[in-house]
């Protein structure tokens, strides 16, 4: 069992419908039609969306992925209409929301690695393949790859896990032509985002993106580069043979684990509130990310 610790219920909002909530984004529809994307403080580790929020990442996270968008528009067109606050929206969504194309999106999870580690170092281990492709022997924790390599997943519903799939199993799911796109785009912008970010002293170990269609062209949707769907790594701590020091929620991975949460994570039981101090270093981590890649201060 996993989910929501205590699912939100959706703010209603004249002229917008709600359509979904997420783990940390919440979906409405305008009456153009187009898509509006709120990105909340919500935080999700093990398949539990926690009950604490941490202030300021759902604007990290949208301004981030705004910046990124801008890096990339060469590469790849992205689904950002506006940024404008919907008519009657709360001033809380300010810096939080996106107005967006509504796409036909693709089921798949379009994963990029450049280096080993989390379920792709679980399959290494076990068959010396990560999706079905060889890689060289001698790989450890941490270690950077050949070249990038495409590992893409299924999407799965919130409370269950991403599963990996081969390049093959796309290609049956939604077709030869398709397959080709999601990987030749999902490799030119991890590379043009691996580029960016080493220049400014971060490591990206990899990244997912989600891809829609609008009419015949492949749009990219969703988030982009941000610490919710990357392993960014502080380029002068890497260390492969270990576990990297990261920008992201481990801090909430470490306390959970930790005998002083006194949570089980094979358990039932939904996880614990999360202590102040952890809240805080993890805002500071989104946010040390943002300035390090952004070049901006957040304040």
């Avoid at 919440?26 to 039609?33: K, P």
């Avoid at 539990?48 to 790849?76: C, H, M, N, Y």
């Avoid at 281990?125 to 070249?147: I, M, N, Y």
Wanted: hydrophobic share 35%; aromatic share 8%.
């Amino acid at each position: 069992m996993s989910g929501f610790v205590d699912k939100p219920e959706p703010l209603q909002v004249p002229g917008l419908v709600h359509l979904h909530t997420g783990k940390v984004r919440d979906l409405y529809q305008n009456e153009a039609g187009d898509l509006v994307m709120v990105a909340s403080d919500r935080l999700s580790a093990y398949d539990w969306v926690l009950p604490t929020e941490i202030p300021d990442k759902g604007r990290v996270l949208t301004q981030l992925s705004l910046w990124w968008f801008d890096q990339l528009a060469d590469l790849v067109p992205n689904h950002v209409l506006s940024t404008d606050l919907p008519a009657g929206a709360p001033a809380d969504w300010a810096g939080r929301t996106l107005v967006c194309k509504s796409l036909r999106m693709v089921p798949v999870e379009c994963v990029a690695r450049g280096y080993l580690t989390g379920s792709g170092l679980l399959e290494y281990d076990d068959s010396r393949t990560v999706c079905g492709l060889a890689l060289p022997e001698g790989l450890v924790d941490g270690s950077e790859l050949p070249a990038p390599i495409f590992t893409p997943a299924t999407k799965a519903e919130v409370g269950e896990h991403d599963e990996n799939v081969s390049y093959e199993e796309v290609a049956r799911q939604v077709g030869a032509d398709t397959a080709a796109q999601l990987r030749q785009a999902t490799l030119a912008v991890y590379s043009r985002g691996r580029d960016i970010a080493r220049e400014r002293g971060i490591i990206l170990a990899d990244t997912k993106f989600e891809f829609g269609f609008e009419g015949e062209r492949l749009v990219l949707a969703d988030e982009v580069l941000t610490p919710d769907s990357s392993r960014f790594w502080p380029a002068e701590q890497w260390q492969p043979g270990r576990a990297q020091p990261s920008y992201d929620k481990q801090f909430v991975r470490d306390w959970l684990t930790s005998p002083e949460s006194g949570w089980d994570r094979r358990s039932e039981q939904p996880p614990p509130p999360l202590p102040q101090e952890v809240v805080d270093a993890t805002r500071a981590k989104y946010v040390e990310a943002y300035e390090r890649l952004t070049g901006t201060s957040w304040a």
